[in-house]
């Protein structure tokens, strides 16, 4: 299983970003999705998930903001960011959940200049 993510970069706060992560090697429609995110100093956290079915999950501080969803056509899940604020400055990382084990992709920096 391969995970590429894409989309992160540099944003004044209020302002949107659109992360993608395109996977291969894998069954993907059969597989739950999930972008995670590590702040300098602090424990990677959960973000966002999507399941097989696309029923999804937020954390609290993604509620309302940020909208994740997924094209199995394409193999890829996206990461819709709006009203962006100073402390979802962070490492973004695209998780593919198949048959119980994690991949993870190799990250994109996004930075929100307040």
């Known amino acids: 299983v391969q995970l590429q993510a894409s989309g992160g970069g540099l944003v004044q706060a209020g302002g949107s970003l659109r992360l993608s992560c395109a996977a291969s090697?894998?069954?993907?429609?059969?597989?739950?999705l999930a972008w995670h995110r590590q702040a300098p100093g602090k424990q990677r956290e959960f973000v966002a998930f999507?399941?097989?079915?696309?029923?999804?999950n937020y954390a609290e501080s993604a509620k309302g903001r940020f909208t994740i969803s997924r094209d199995n056509a394409k193999n890829t899940v996206d990461l819709q960011m709006n009203s962006l604020k100073p402390e979802d400055t962070a490492v973004y990382y695209c998780?593919?959940?198949?048959?119980?084990?994690?991949?993870w992709g190799q990250g994109t920096q996004v930075t929100v200049s307040s």
């Open positions: 998780v593919l959940i198949h048959l119980g084990r994690d991949y």
């Open positions: 090697g894998t069954t993907f429609s059969r597989d739950a």
């Open positions: 999507i399941s097989a079915g696309s029923s999804t």
